[in-house]
Antibody, heavy 122, light 111 residues
Framework: QVQLVESGGGVVQPGGSLRLSCAAS????????MHWVRQAPGKGLEWVTL????????KLADSVKGRFTVSRDNSKNALYLHMNSLRPEDTAIYYC???????????????WGQGVLVSVSS | QSALTQPASVSGSPGQSITISCTGT?????????VSWYQQHPGKAPKLMLY???NRPSGVSYRFSGSKSGNTASLIISGLQTEDEADYYC???????????FGGGTRLTVL
């Protein structure tokens, strides 16, 4: 079965950096686009970034452009979110999510991890 | 403020039907059929319930259906059950630089 397990969250000071990881299993990772979606405490969902299966298509939300980057290692079935210049408003649960269909970048999030909490506070 | 507008809350009794609306613009909901709906129970990850406006993923009950008219998409839940009580979010592809936008979420209470 499809499993997505995030790690790397924690408490970081404003201006700091953090790298989130998402370990994927139960499917052919290299053939699926992957996303990060976040949810501030008690708030709604916000799309953060997409990386296509072959890494040729990478998109970032305006709110994180210039500060966050996304990468993947298809040999390790792993997705990463590199977060720099963190702000208090980046405090959220970060979910990695897989496209429903292979070779797609439609933003249909068919599978989600359990999420990892990032807290930006001094 | 979310890009897509949903009612904050809806309620219904077991067995009834409810509709949750999701209103956007011609740049998102009205311009593309990439509208999806997600169910989220407290403390849990979201779950895909509908995609491409009215398609159900494997394993999702037939009681969930969707439609779209102009800039507004709708999620219809028929035969309400207590386990349907959750938050529901719509999402859409957008031609703006944001790429994908969500609604603010609707809390469904099954009375």
């Amino acid at each position: 079965q499809v499993q997505l397990v995030e790690s790397g969250g924690g408490v970081v000071q404003p201006g700091g950096s953090l790298r989130l990881s998402c370990a994927a299993s139960g499917f052919t990772f290299r053939t699926f686009g992957m996303h990060w979606v976040r949810q501030a405490p008690g708030k709604g969902l916000e799309w953060v970034t997409l990386i296509s299966s072959d890494e040729t298509n990478i998109k970032l939300a305006d709110s994180v452009k210039g500060r966050f980057t996304v990468s993947r290692d298809n040999s390790k079935n792993a997705l990463y979110l590199h977060m720099n210049s963190l702000r208090p408003e980046d405090t959220a649960i970060y979910y990695c999510a897989r496209e429903l269909r292979s070779s797609s970048s439609s933003g249909t999030w068919g599978y989600w991890g359990q999420g990892v909490l990032v807290s930006v506070s001094s | 403020q979310s890009a897509l507008t949903q009612p904050a809350s809806v309620s219904g009794s077991p067995g009834q039907s409810i509709t949750i609306s999701c209103t956007g613009t011609s740049s998102d909901v009205g311009g593309y059929n990439y509208v999806s709906w997600y169910q989220q129970h407290p403390g849990k990850a979201p779950k895909l319930m509908l995609y491409d406006v009215n398609n159900r993923p494997s394993g999702v009950s037939y009681r969930f259906s969707g439609s779209k008219s102009g800039n507004t998409a709708s999620l219809i839940i028929s035969g309400l059950q207590t386990e349907d009580e959750a938050d529901y979010y719509c999402a859409s592809y957008t031609s703006t630089s944001t790429r994908w936008v969500f609604g603010g979420g609707t809390r469904l209470t099954v009375l």
